[in-house]
């Protein structure tokens, strides 16, 4: 049974009959159809829309409510949410789930027919994004004050296609048919200025549930248009084109999203982009502030500010601009607004994707920001030149101005000098911040410091991706789990009951069969569901390591052609690469060359089958996570900032198969280390290798299987006979190695020797898995969320008021 719900929340009792009258009703006067012509989009948007009707009080009240008590605000600054579709998800924290399976029933629908018809806004890369709509939640569900930004993305995350030669992208048209849940704000525009240009920002708001609390937040995603349609002086010369240019070239600004996972340097647009929701954002505060009759110099009481990375750090030079231009505050008490308002999360120590900007190009696009940032460095250095005296290299290292003949701008400096607060997302990362690529910073400011290990929400990725698990807790240890997530650590009571153990096996089996039917409809591949599931679905990078998972399956190959029993593996892929990321795309290539002989060879028959899932998503995440019995989270340490999906695979019931990296380490403190198949060098070593010179020869040399695993992929076995395909791979694998594969490959052939034992013994197999779950409580994003909250924004919850019943 679901979570009964507090009286207050009146939606719940919205009957089923109301709502199917609700969907009829729309159908006629929101699609204008007749029952004949309707197509299931369409009863997909009367659904949507029926759903919507039933939040707008619960939305209204708690922009009412804020409004009213003049609360202290939350702020998000994000360049990517990947949310995922809405409807379920809104279902659930609604507590309507049940009634809309009950209307669609009335009315002869599939209530999962009609979620499947959302199309899903993919407006980010990977887990930066996905963290961002799990933070958005988490806020609500724990009603505190809060607003998210962002760009409302055109085309979101480029759609996959799998093919024999690898991936093929093509556009996410996501708003085609139209988007029942987001509410245009016109009133809400606000001008950017961006080299000679100016564009207008567009508010479109999102409403944002919290689970079974009125509170519904909103998240504001900023469009681009142009001041005007059409320039009537070359309209009335005759250049219609000339005339719409200016529009289209305005537009082009929250087209699409930038594919790459780790930040691509130097783009025009992508500079754009940044200042565009930044200023869009901040004015649009400096707007609420007003309406609340505050002045400017009292920002940082109303507002804690946190930015996503560095992709909206120029906000500390466009919140300096308009307290200094805009709103006439002096230099000091400027500065000390924004050091109070803004914190900053790093999520990333690869040197590379560490974010600069030309000086030339910022002059042109952002030539007073450029000003305020000299002077913010001139008076920062200044500072430091007294505390570190004779040390021009530190100086150079803490400057806000990379020197050279190409000078740069760095984003990460600049947000950690005008943040109160820094921190990373897993204890390893933030230590790793700490003593090395903001080693310096952190000398001279320690307090400003802090780690807040990520986490993702239970709604999205127990209660509405794994329905079956859900039942199964509200049945043993009650439903509160989905509020406070610590409840799972009443599952060790039920450790040693076998008729528990046989239900927890029953639901993980249907998950699998679940999986196994989608993957057989859309790709045509039957799988086995009691072979163990081995899963590797994330970003493609060469530091997540995914051509490292593929060499064992080649070797299991070898294994199992030799004649060796093996217990039967089901090996699964998914991940985009970057479009430009060669490399990254060539490891796809490889898996599928190894899926089609593996799939092919009568041999293999019940004992390997290797699947590429393409097109990775959140709805598909929601159908993979509950089917996996090892997740694959096998990065190089010292590289995964922290992961997400290691956290979502493990919560429904996974077992880790895992370096030392990121938030593995916590993963494997909370579910005890028996429970984990650890393998790999740890960080410092990894950092030593790199130190003292690594080269994988040796390692190779005495690794006689690693040898013939790379000699048969050489030698065009999965490439049709092509020996010159996978070179670069095996040049790179063999020659500089540089996430140490060859390192780290025979411990993890250890590693998984022993997955294979433990898979051989199903019961001990199952209660390994509840003791995954059991102990994944932590990694709730109400748990971040709350130290957010507490430590580094100090905004404090406010229940919303019922105010708008009588309308
Ligand atoms: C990702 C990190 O790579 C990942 O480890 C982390 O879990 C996630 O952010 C959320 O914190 N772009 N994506 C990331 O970092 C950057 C930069």
């Not at 930004?149 to 055109?154: L, P, S």
């Not at 600069?356 to 913010?376: A, H, K, N, S």
């Not at 590289?639 to 997400?644: C, H, Q, R, V």
Request: hydrophobic share 40%; proline share 5%; net charge negative.
């Amino acid at each position: 049974m679901a979570e009964s719900f507090r009286s207050s929340t009146s939606p719940c009792q919205t009957s089923s009959r109301a709502l199917a009258e609700a969907m009829q009703r729309h159908l006629f006067f929101s699609q204008a159809k007749s029952p004949s012509l309707a197509t299931r989009h369409d009863h997909y948007r009367c659904l949507a829309l029926a759903v919507r009707d039933r939040l707008l009080h619960n939305w209204v009240d708690t922009a009412e409510t804020y409004t009213q008590a003049q609360v202290r605000t939350a702020v998000y600054l994000s360049a990517e949410y990947l949310l995922g579709p809405h409807l379920d998800n809104n279902l659930v924290n609604l507590g309507l789930r049940q009634e809309a399976e009950q209307a669609c029933h009335e009315l002869g629908l599939d209530l999962e027919e009609l979620i499947r018809e959302e199309p899903e806004p993919g407006l980010g890369n990977g887990g930066l994004g996905r963290l961002a709509a799990c933070f958005q939640e988490s806020m609500a569900t724990l009603e505190l004050p809060a607003i998210g930004y962002g760009i409302r993305y055109e085309f979101g995350i480029f759609r996959q296609q799998i093919t024999t030669q690898g991936q093929q992208e093509s556009t996410d048209s996501w708003l085609a048919q139209g988007n029942p849940w987001e509410v245009i704000r016109p009133e809400w525009s606000y001008p950017v200025t961006i080299g000679n240009h100016t564009v207008i920002g567009v508010a479109y708001d999102t409403p944002i549930l919290g689970y079974g609390v009125r509170t519904t937040n909103t998240l504001r995603l900023w469009a681009a248009s142009a001041p005007e349609a059409l320039d009537f002086a070359s309209f009335n010369a005759g250049d219609y084109t000339k005339a719409v240019l200016h529009k289209m070239q305005s537009e082009t600004l929250s087209k699409v999203l930038y594919p790459n996972d780790e930040p691509e340097q130097g783009k025009r647009l992508r500079l754009s982009q940044q200042i565009f929701f930044v200023s869009c954002s901040l004015q649009d505060m400096f707007r609420i502030l007003r309406g609340q009759g505050l002045p400017a110099r009292e920002f940082h009481r109303k507002f804690a500010v946190q930015l996503n990375d560095t992709h909206p750090a120029i906000a500390v030079a466009e919140l300096m601009r308009l307290l200094l231009d805009e709103h006439r505050l002096d230099w000091d008490t400027a500065w000390g607004v924004t050091t109070a308002s803004l914190s900053y999360t790093n999520h990333t120590l690869l040197p590379e994707a560490l974010e600069t900007w030309g000086i030339d190009l910022f002059q042109q696009l952002l030539p007073r920001q450029l000003e305020i940032i000299y002077e913010i460095n001139a008076r920062f250095l200044r500072m430091a030149r007294i505390r570190y005296p004779g040390q021009p290299d530190k100086l150079a290292r803490l400057s806000l101005i990379e020197e050279g003949p190409h000078r740069k701008v760095r984003m990460a400096n600049l947000a950690v000098v005008g943040c109160h607060h820094t921190n990373g997302v897993a204890e390893l990362h933030s230590e790793l911040l700490r003593r090395h690529v903001l080693a310096d910073f952190a000398e001279l400011w320690p307090d400003r410091f802090t780690n807040v290990t990520n986490g993702v929400t239970p709604r999205r990725w127990m209660a509405v991706a794994n329905p079956a698990l859900a039942n199964l807790l509200d049945d043993v240890i009650g439903s509160h789990w989905r509020r406070d997530l610590t409840h799972l650590q009443a599952l060790g009571k039920h450790t040693g009951d076998d008729a528990f153990l046989q239900r927890w096996r029953g639901v993980r089996d249907a998950s699998k069969q679940r999986l196994v039917q989608h993957i057989h409809q859309t790709q045509g591949i039957l799988l086995d569901h009691s072979s163990l599931f081995d899963v590797q679905v994330k970003r493609i990078h060469e530091y997540k390591r995914q051509h490292l998972a593929a060499l064992h399956v080649v070797e299991r190959y070898l294994r199992l052609r030799n004649g060796e029993d093996l217990p039967p593996r089901t090996v699964i892929f998914g991940g985009k690469a970057a479009p430009g990321y060669a490399m990254a795309k060539l490891i796809i290539r490889l898996i599928v060359g190894i899926a089609e002989i593996v799939n092919m060879d009568p041999a293999m028959a019940g004992r390997l089958r290797v699947v590429f899932v393409p097109n990775f998503s959140v709805s598909l995440g929601q159908l993979i996570y509950p089917a996996v019995d090892l997740s694959e989270q096998i990065s190089t340490a010292g590289k995964e900032a922290s992961g997400t999906g290691n956290m979502k695979m493990a919560l429904n019931g996974a077992l880790t198969i895992g370096t030392l990296d990121g938030a593995n380490i916590e993963i494997r403190d909370q579910v005890g280390a028996d429970n984990f198949f650890l393998f790999g060098h740890t960080a410092e070593q990894i950092h030593e290798f790199d130190r003292m010179g690594y080269h994988p020869m040796p390692w190779i040399e005495k690794d006689p299987i690693v040898r013939e695993v790379i000699e048969l992929i050489g030698s065009g076995h999965f490439s049709e006979g092509d020996r010159d395909l996978f070179h670069p791979l095996l040049a790179n694998l063999t020659s500089h190695d540089p996430f140490k594969v060859m390192a780290d490959i025979g411990d993890y052939r250890q590693a998984q020797n022993h997955v294979d034992a433990c898979w051989q013994d199903p019961s001990r197999w199952a209660r390994m898995s509840v003791a995954n779950t059991m102990g994944c409580g932590f990694f709730s994003s109400d748990r971040s969320i709350q130290e957010y909250a507490e430590r580094i924004w100090k905004v404090a919850p406010v229940p919303v008021e019922a105010t708008t019943r009588s309308l």
